[in-house]
């Protein structure tokens, strides 16, 4: 397939409490990590609506 124009992909992680669930005492202890997650993520939803950037996202469990 030849394109016309380059392309970029940028791929983030994030497990949030999925990555802790395991560990009920962690996803305490974490909260602020969490909230401070949520506030970039939606800086980052508010900056591809901004840049007109389409996206595909997949979440696992408690994001929201």
Do not use: Q
């Not at 409490?17 to 990590?33: L, S």
């Amino acid at each position: 397939m030849k394109l016309d124009k380059g392309v970029f992909v940028l791929s983030l992680d994030t497990e949030l409490a999925w990555g802790m669930r395991d560990k009920p005492k962690a996803v305490v202890r974490n909260k602020r990590y969490y909230e401070k997650t949520h506030k970039v993520i939606n800086e980052i939803l508010n900056l591809m609506i901004n840049y007109n950037i389409s996206a595909t996202w997949a979440i696992v469990g408690k994001l929201f």
